[in-house]
């Protein structure tokens, strides 16, 4: 090294440079050999580095950045076992099309396929669940593939790609600047936006205006059309929106004959687009920024391909009114709202003030004192995100997240992370199951050392979607039939906040809940958990409504 002289700069530096240059503001992940050396150099380049437990919810957190910046999250993370740690990210990207990039230190080049340290083929695992993945071929190569990378996973439908950086390439001395500079390529513009063909155009105002019964989000306004959110197309427009049929939902499918799909797809959340669910007649036009989309699970779907912004403008300049909007379809959608909304309010005010909670007393004092602005909600679990999301009204877009298009169990701590880096002056409050909690619940003390002040809310049943209670549970052990649903009662999940430096409280009833709600917004910089024991609902049978209805939708 001597005859060198004093190393001036590293490949790690290149690659915190590229980042840096590519406007990422922070990165997730989890560091080790041979990827220490990045992210040492990406905090020195002024990227806020959050180092997390698990590289899942490193991943989770990097993909919730994604969908809420609008540029792709970035999650670092070592090679082999790292990795597939990081692909849970990659995969609930792909399915929910966010934006999401994938650094992982691999070996030496010259050792690969020699047993080399965590070494895997790391760019064909990551592949099935990347619209690009790449190992770059030299330490000059970084940056395009980088760029590469950046551009793939946010132009078109936004997704995942993966970028390898062999151990060599990291620790590459170079020792003139210039040649760094001189290889750096500029921030990725963005993503360039189309709009819907003319004739299509044409058809689909004609369709709209000839439907008796409609179903139409961003028109609202213009038209008088009722709207339905999807789970986390929640706030797009306000839930309290009197046109906001949520609380109608079965309803609203089954009797609509035109309805236009706002980046929404016919996948199981819409029960596939097919009756009994839906009306056997109804005709879908579809938005999508994806043409491949087109076709799936209808062939009979109007498409107006592009950005949503730009394709609802041109519907929106070429529509006017729509004529038979007073039609008794709004009016009954409308009254069967207020009638589901009245009941719903109802079932939150059951019980004396000390009584066992459930889910709709639970809820309801959560959400009387929880403050109407400024709120980020987090939802994960079955009938705690279920049953939630009709309790917690939305008005405005990206406020609420949950385990979205795959279901995933397990991203809500990785999201909250990454929500509160990316909304510093909001509160994130997690509102989770037992079982949900339980996937990531050591990513506490990543928030807590991060001084990110999450508002957890752990909705504790003993159990996935049920539990047993503490005389049942036991008398189960015993005799060897204890339901591979069940969670061990009553546990602490407030004192795993402590133990990390955290605040913590049991609650059991209305009045608990209340006050430790209170504390724990009084709190506003540290890290919260309420551990709210409910009814566990012993050994009842399963039955959710989705559920139900594909199997139905068979017959
Ligand atoms: C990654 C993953 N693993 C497992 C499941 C299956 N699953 C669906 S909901 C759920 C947990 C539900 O229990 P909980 O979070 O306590 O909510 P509850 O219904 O009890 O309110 C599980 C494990 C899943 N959806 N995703
Ligand atoms: C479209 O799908 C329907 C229902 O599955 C089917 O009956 C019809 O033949 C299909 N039409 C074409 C052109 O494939
Ligand atoms: C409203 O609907 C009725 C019955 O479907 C139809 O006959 C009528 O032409 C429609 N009115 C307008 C203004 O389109
Ligand atoms: C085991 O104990 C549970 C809880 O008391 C009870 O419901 C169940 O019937 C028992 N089963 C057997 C096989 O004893
Ligand atoms: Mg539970």
Request: hydrophobic fraction near 45%.
């Given at each position: 090294m001597s005859t060198l002289g004093p190393v001036i700069s590293s490949g790690a530096e290149l690659i915190a440079t590229t980042l840096k240059n590519q406007g990422v503001e922070v990165l997730f992940g989890i560091v080790g050999i041979p990827v220490v050396e990045v992210a040492e150099a990406c905090v020195a380049a002024g990227i806020r580095f959050i180092g997390f437990r698990n590289e899942q919810s490193a991943a989770y957190a990097a993909s919730i950045y994604g969908y809420l910046s609008g540029r792709p999250g970035v999650c670092l993370s070592v090679g082999g076992p790292g990795v597939v740690h990081a692909l849970a990210g990659l995969l609930n990207s792909k399915i929910n099309c966010w934006p999401i990039v994938l650094l992982s230190g691999s070996c030496d080049t010259d050792q690969v396929d020699k047993g080399a340290f965590q070494e895997l083929d790391q760019v064909e695992v990551c592949r099935p669940y990347c619209k690009y993945a790449a190992r770059p071929a030299s330490l000059e190569q970084v940056p395009f593939v980088i760029e590469k990378a950046f551009r793939t996973a946010l132009y078109g439908r936004p997704g995942a790609a993966y970028v390898d950086l062999p151990a060599d390439f990291i620790q590459y001395p170079i020792r003139n600047k210039q040649v760094l500079d001189s290889i750096q390529v500029s921030k990725i513009p963005s993503a360039p936006k189309s709009m819907a063909s003319p004739s299509d155009l044409n058809e689909a105002v004609a369709l709209l205006k000839n439907a008796k019964k409609k179903e139409i989000l961003q028109?609202?306004?213009?038209t008088g059309s009722p709207f339905l959110p999807t789970p986390m197309g929640k706030g797009v427009l306000p839930d309290s929106h009197p046109l906001c049929v949520s609380a109608a939902r079965s309803k609203a499918l089954k009797e609509a004959d035109v309805v236009l799909l706002i980046g929404a797809r016919l996948n199981w959340i819409l029960h596939f687009g097919h009756s009994p669910r839906w009306n056997p007649i109804v005709r879908f036009i579809q938005i999508d920024i994806a043409p491949?989309?087109?076709?799936?699970n209808r062939n009979d779907t109007?498409?107006?391909?592009?950005?949503?912004?730009?394709v609802v403008s041109q519907l929106t300049q070429s529509i006017d009114k729509l004529n038979n909007i007073s039609s008794?379809?709004?009016?009954?959608l409308i009254s069967k709202v207020k009638t589901n909304a009245e009941k719903i309010r109802q079932s939150g005010l059951k019980g004396s003030d000390e009584a066992v909670l459930n889910y709709q007393t639970a809820f309801t004092t959560i959400k009387n004192i929880l403050p109407e602005k400024d709120i980020v909600y987090v939802s994960e679990g079955a009938n705690t995100m279920d049953i939630g999301r009709s309790f917690f009204d939305v008005s405005e877009p990206r406020q609420r997240l949950d385990a979205g298009t795959g279901a995933t169990m397990g991203v809500g701590m990785g999201?909250?992370?990454g929500a509160q880096c990316y909304y510093p002056t909001k509160r994130v409050v997690s509102i989770v199951g037992d079982s949900a909690f339980g996937f990531s619940a050591m990513e506490l003390e990543t928030a807590i050392r991060s001084q990110l002040p999450l508002l957890i809310i752990v909705i504790n049943n003993n159990g996935i979607y049920h539990g047993l209670d503490d005389d049942e549970y036991e008398a189960s052990r015993i005799n060897?039939?204890?339901p591979t649903t069940s969670l061990s009662p009553e546990t602490r999940y407030d004192m795993i906040s402590e133990a990390c430096g955290g605040k913590g409280w049991l609650v059991k009833n209305r009045v608990q809940l209340g006050n430790a709600l209170k504390d724990a917004l009084a709190a506003k910089d540290q890290t919260c958990v309420i551990n709210v024991m409910i009814a566990p609902g012993g050994r009842t049978k399963l039955d959710?409504?989705?559920m139900q209805n594909e199997k139905n939708a068979k017959l």
């Open positions: 028109l609202v306004e213009k491949e989309e087109i076709g799936n109007l498409p107006l391909l592009g950005d949503i912004q730009l008794g379809y709004v009016s009954g999201y909250a992370i060897g039939t204890l959710f409504a989705w």
